[in-house]
């Protein structure tokens, strides 16, 4: 049995941001094999992902991209899986999961309400600032009490769960990397 964790970024929140890459590198350090999928090439906007329409698109081709990038990631079914995601990668993962019939730890950041018909109700942790523009936090939250998933809320916190304050910020993702950290062990 192998350990693989699977790296799931925004559109514009690549896997050499914060938070993705600090849980990337405790999921290495922690003997998971990492795997990226990559949505670089899509074009977007701050106004475009406030956009249903455009969303639900970026859901379908984020979930090719990652079928895709699956399929030579050399996942078993003995693996130990964990998804680590963020915006609209939180969807792809939990849609991923889902239609797969896969149960990974889903370490989901900055989750788009999109992720409710695809989330398990068991197995997710989600992180999300109370004042993201891009996702209604209180949608969230009721997702989470409906599925009975762990949240981890970020006052002030925005869509890179970041608050204006350095020193608060570096406080915070101290926190949630603790957190994540936890999770991977």
């Known amino acids: 049995m192998k350990k693989k964790a699977v790296i ?32 670089s090439d899509i074009e977007w906007s701050r106004d475009k992902l406030k956009d249903p329409g455009f969303l639900k698109q970026m ?77 209604d936090y209180l949608a969230i939250e009721r997702i989470a009490k409906e599925k009975e998933l762990e949240t981890h809320r970020i006052a002030g916190g925005n869509h890179s769960l970041e608050t204006g304050d350095t020193a608060a910020d570096l406080e915070i993702m101290k926190s949630i990397m603790d957190r994540v950290a936890e999770i991977l062990k």
Do not use: H, W
């Open 59 to 135: 859901e379908e081709v984020c979930l090719k991209k990652t079928e895709d990038a699956i399929v030579g990631a050399d996942i078993g079914p003995e693996d130990e899986l964990v998804f680590i995601s963020k915006s609209i990668g939180t969807v792809a993962a939990t849609a991923y999961a889902k239609r797969n019939m896969l149960k990974p730890k889903q370490i989901c950041f900055s989750p788009l309400v999109l992720i409710e018909p695809f989330v398990a109700d068991e197995g997710a942790v989600l992180f999300y600032g109370d004042s993201d523009p891009l996702a």
């Open 8 to 39: 799931f970024p925004g559109v514009g929140y690549t896997k050499d941001k914060p938070l993705l890459y600090y849980a990337g590198k405790i999921a290495k350090e922690c003997g998971y094999e990492l795997s990226y999928i990559e949505f």
